[in-house]
């Protein structure tokens, strides 16, 4: 328990961790300026202990950390776990397409997060001498570029030193904010919620501006949950109470107390960055640095987020097939997909060179994240009600809370759009459009084929006489379970051949991490040594499918990969006045489809023993 709770910290609070660094100061000196006098410091310290307690403890960590697929968390294995219930009712669909919107919002804050956090980190220097302005900006992009370019030779080797680094991290954050603390303890009674109450009352429209800013002590909410299965609730839970969250609130409190001890003139000073003026002056370039090393293994984290929700996406259908590589013998979840990685890295550098500054991007910041908790707390509404059966007198309440204070997080960031807040939701649209599409398309395809489909027991009776048998295995890989797959009819209709055992192959991703060995494979004897086989895997499972077949013995002799030979179908799609999608979206289909990586790469089949046969279809 306590080592995995270590590693915890060095993985899961990177992106929460550096909040501290912009998130106190944003609500002063960000787009709504606030006065800095004591009720507004003393409302903003307290907006952001109660924002944690009720967002990050009670929201994430205490009730949807309880809803795991099989120990897995995040929107869509949330959306796996509770779609079974629903699927047959009408809001089935609708459950389903808001974990897509929030996967796809996840991407924006995967831009951004690297962005803001490596940005803010490396002003820092500014504090330390201000002429080291015009070198920020280069400084950050040269950390930036690097980040993404190691990501090829993966996380295994410098993830050891993670751990370290970050559980130094939060201790310096505790050291820097009680050392104020103690100075003015007067500023602990904005644990009352009734100063953020006053703030409000005070200055209304403010009050509720503000919460665009605050909102930023609390993005990486969604990362615990999404990180859940790489640790386990335990785990976290022991990290995020035991040390994370009280090291937060300290320098929080610390922030608080160091600007309500000075004049009027050095407040104004000290609230450009107060965060670095917690450090006394001799040590704020040792603080930059670790800073900065913190800051990038939080973008770090967040980029391997954007790695495994495509790789879940992927699975689940939801996006085509994409090159990923293994950076870890012994870690699944270790990959690494180029395609994501480069895109992330040019969204990235936009970002940077467009915003320039980390206050500019803390305005972008927030709506992506707000969004994405909105869906989640409306995925917890079905999942109390439909899953968990809560009585109605404990459901309601519990709802009604969550839907007010993140309703009014994301009410509040939606004032960013224009500074800046369209970004995300420009990119979360166009990653929905595409996920859609995705999806949508192959449904159309699957049923396109299916149609014309002609049973596979019936076919094996008047092909066996029809054709000549020849030695060897054939595997022909079909997306349905139903019908003769087009590569078995081409290569008969082209070559008059049939091999000794033909084996119609296909692989189904179940609404669950991982499947079972037991319930891995199911066969058919059709006869005439034809089988219809199935390989179920888990949305996070690899799909090798030389391995599986390694292991079984259900069709006749086990299989040598030296006698089998793999036939795909590759189908070259056409735009059709058929009802199913917009022609747009056929032809953005058939262009992801181009573009997607071979199902040779995706289902690790040896390349010279795989023949692809070509068709055309109409959608």
Known sequence: MAKLAFG??????????????????????????????????????????????????????????????KGQGGSLALVALISGSIR?????????????FATALFYGDSMITPAVSVLSAVEGLTVVQSDLQPFVMPIALILLVGLFVLQKSGTAKVGALFAPVMVTYFSILAILGLYHLVQMPEVLVALNPWYAIQFFLTDKVLGFLALGSVVLAVTGAEALYSDMGHFGRGPMRLS????????????YFGQAAMILSLDDAQQALAMENPFFNLAPESLRLPLVILVSCAAFIASQAVISGAFSITHQAMQLGFIPRLSTRHTSEHEVGQIYIPFVNWALMTGVIVLVLVFENSSNLASAYGIAVTGAMLIDTCLMSVLLIVLWRWKPWLAIPVIVTFFVVDGAYFAANATKIPDGGWFPLLIGGVAFTLLTTWNKGRRLMRDRMTEAALPLNVFAKSAHGSAARVPGTAIFMASSNVGVPSALLHNIKHNKVLHERVVVLTVEVQDVPYVESGERYSVSDLGQGFYRMTLRYGFMEETDVPSALAHNQMCGAPFEMMKTSFFLS???LVASEKPGMAIWREKLFAWMMRNAAS???FFRLP?????????????
């Not at 787009?31 to 410091?41: T, Y």
């Not at 967002?55 to 697929?69: E, F, K, P, T, W």
């Not at 047959?88 to 897509?100: D, E, F, H, N, P």
């Not at 390349?607 to 959608?619: D, H, M």
């Open 88 to 100: 047959k009712s009408g809001y089935g669909g609708l459950i389903v397409m808001l974990g897509v």
């Open 570 to 572: 590759r189908q070259t």
């Open 240 to 251: 995020w109470f035991g040390f994370v969250m009280p090291c937060l609130l300290i320098n």
């Open 8 to 69: 915890a910290v060095g993985v899961v609070f990177g992106d929460i961790g550096t909040s501290p660094i912009y998130a106190f100061r944003e609500t002063f000196v960000g787009p709504h300026p606030l006065a800095i006098d004591e009720l507004h410091i003393l409302g903003v310290v307290s907006l952001i202990f109660w924002s944690m307690t009720l967002v990050v403890s009670i929201q994430y960590v205490g009730i949807l950390m309880r809803a795991d697929n």
């Open 607 to 619: 390349t010279n023993r795989v023949v692809e046969l070509g068709s055309q279809l109409e959608i």
């Open 599 to 601: 199902a040779m790469e």
